[in-house]
């Protein structure tokens, strides 16, 4: 009887630790990070996870044209203001959404804020569930830039990542 104890036991021990080292966390290649800033009164805060070119084609080839991408890595990229503010001329209540966009290959982009800030990519993405969709012209640029990057200024902000520039106006109201 001692001895069949003790197997259940070493048995459960076993189960119990391979378990817990299958549900270790990898390590992510894209790191997170979180850009802050305040324009007017409003408090701006976008987190997002921070891919890398790697040498490889990132507009029409990782991030396809014409589909949603959630604007980063991993997670939704998050957009989060403590004030109503008006984007690009357009009402977006305070609150947190998850930020997509849809690239085209020619002409304005498609910016979007999502009521639902807490999503896996852009896989369970649902249109009906937009606060606000706007077109934002892209800009080239001359110098590549490796990791994406979000940056916060007095009067918006914008994304940076390879050659493209989206720059998004905001006042607060």
């Given at each position: 009887?001692?001895?069949?104890?003790?197997?259940?036991?070493?048995?459960?021990?076993?189960?119990?630790?391979?378990?817990?080292?299958?549900?270790?966390?990898?390590?992510?290649?894209?790191?997170?990070?979180?850009?802050?800033?305040?324009?007017?009164?409003?408090?701006?805060?976008?987190?997002?996870?921070?891919?890398?070119?790697?040498?490889?084609?990132?507009?029409?080839?990782?991030?396809?044209?014409?589909?949603?991408?959630?604007?980063?890595?991993?997670?939704?990229?998050?957009?989060?203001?403590?004030?109503?503010?008006?984007?690009?001329?357009?009402?977006?209540?305070?609150g947190k959404y998850a930020f997509f966009l849809i690239p085209k290959e020619k002409g304005k982009?498609?910016?979007?804020?999502?009521?639902?800030?807490?999503?896996?990519?852009?896989?369970?993405?649902?249109?009906?569930?937009?606060?606000?969709?706007?077109?934002?012209?892209?800009?080239?640029?001359?110098?590549?830039?490796?990791?994406?990057?979000?940056?916060?200024?007095?009067?918006?902000?914008?994304?940076?990542?390879?050659?493209?520039?989206?720059?998004?106006r905001i006042k607060a109201q």
């Open positions: 009887m001692k001895k069949l104890k003790s197997i259940a036991i070493t048995l459960i021990i076993l189960f119990t630790s391979a378990g817990s080292f299958a549900q270790q966390n990898k390590p992510r290649i894209s790191l997170p990070d979180t850009a802050r800033g305040t324009i007017g009164k409003a408090n701006i805060i976008i987190a997002y996870s921070k891919p890398s070119v790697k040498n490889r084609e990132i507009w029409g080839g990782l991030v396809k044209f014409d589909s949603v991408w959630r604007a980063g890595a991993n997670e939704a990229t998050t957009f989060e203001t403590d004030r109503n503010i008006k984007i690009e001329g357009k009402l977006l209540p305070a982009w498609i910016t979007i804020f999502n009521k639902v800030p807490k999503q896996w990519g852009a896989f369970k993405y649902d249109q009906s569930k937009d606060q606000l969709r706007l077109e934002i012209a892209p800009e080239r640029v001359a110098d590549k830039q490796e990791v994406l990057m979000y940056s916060i200024t007095a009067t918006g902000f914008s994304l940076l990542w390879e050659n493209v520039v989206i720059p998004i």
